[in-house]
């Protein structure tokens, strides 16, 4: 059955929000007004009705967002989780004391989070060629490179011969640090800085670039057309905006959320974690990021055409090239096809 929380414990979960935001959060000049609105409802019993605790969590976590407009704030109630990191911090000190044969140590190690990834084909959903000679690649979620790496160069293996390509990210609600990599198929060799991010928790700047090495055939000189919406999500939302202003690719679709900072899940106790932003990014060209304003489309769709305009447009350019007339006439009659719909 579902606890009841006590005011002493909202009182805590308030005050541990604020010590943390103090210590951590990205923007130093929103953390006293903030911390001031969060002041300013408990004091005022906003927070005093409430008796269940997934609901102060929800309140909690919009306030915190309704009060920065930092959409990567979260609190969750998830005492689970909380005492299976503190179990695994405790296996991880004893495993440094004492370390297990290798076999013992690899079975710890299964990391069911890898397993989920897998039964989820690593966030890809469906590859195909469109008519055409259109590639199109729907992905979900950017996983750990070390796991999504072969799943990735897998994907661009098969659109490898297209003319032109469609990545579609409106269902892609962001991840980890593999977007990267997947941007090193649109360059050439030669490394190119990818995007810098600042931890105010670490104070480090960290700079990514495109890889030297894939394990594929890099897609050049071609069109490319990223698939945004409403969906469109952190990571997800940095991989479009990269390719937008290194000139990689057209957007397509509806302006995305605008959460561009990295996070950190810090425990406040036994019950409640924060999802706190600690991170900010700095593109190489734009010298920012997509925080609050998102990532603007260059062509701005209704949510049902997203793909048919797009479709349309890599058709529409690749016929401004073709010179031969059997495949001018494919596109012509995929064009045509298309409009019908």
């Known amino acids: 059955a579902q606890k009841t929380i006590s005011n002493d414990e909202k009182q805590t979960i308030v005050e541990r929000v604020k010590e943390l935001i103090e210590a951590n959060y990205v923007l130093v000049d929103k953390v006293e007004g903030i911390n001031s609105a969060l002041d300013s409802m408990h004091t005022n019993g906003k927070y005093t009705t409430i008796t269940d605790y997934k609901t102060f969590a929800e309140v909690l976590t919009n306030d915190l967002i309704a009060t920065s ?7 969750q109630y998830r005492p689970e989780l909380v005492k299976a990191r503190r179990e695994w911090r405790k296996r991880q000190e004893e495993l440094e004391k004492s370390p297990q044969p290798e076999e013992q ?61 469609i990545i579609d990210l409106r269902e892609n609600d962001g991840g980890y640090t593999s977007d990267s990599y997947l941007g090193s198929y649109f360059f050439d060799g030669q490394p190119t800085l990818w995007n810098k991010s600042y931890n105010r928790t670490t104070d480090e700047t960290t700079s990514r670039y495109t890889q030297a090495k894939i394990d594929g055939e890099r897609y050049l000189d071609k069109p490319i057309y990223i698939l945004v919406g409403e969906k469109t999500f952190s990571r997800a939302e940095g991989f479009a905006y990269c390719m937008k202003h290194f000139n990689k690719a057209t957007i397509v679709g509806q302006i995305t959320p605008g959460a561009a900072h990295g996070i950190d899940f810090l425990e406040m106790n036994n019950n409640f974690l924060i999802q706190l932003p600690v991170e900010y990014n700095i593109h190489p060209v734009t010298k920012t990021d997509w925080e609050s304003v998102g990532v603007i489309p260059q062509i701005k769709t209704s949510k049902d055409e997203t793909l048919k305009i797009a479709h349309l447009a890599a058709l529409e350019q690749l016929l401004l090239t073709e010179t031969y007339d059997g495949f001018k006439k494919r596109l012509v009659d995929a064009k045509t096809a298309l409009e019908s719909q």
């Open 69 to 75: 407009t930092d959409k990567h704030f979260l609190v």
């Open 105 to 165: 140590q690899a079975e710890e190690e299964v990391d069911i989070n890898f397993l989920y990834g897998q039964k989820d084909n690593f966030g890809f959903e469906k590859v195909e060629i469109l008519d055409g000679n259109v590639g199109y690649v729907k992905f979900n979620f950017f996983h750990l490179l070390d796991w999504v790496k072969p799943t990735m160069d897998a994907a661009m293996h098969y659109v490898a011969n297209t003319d032109a390509l």
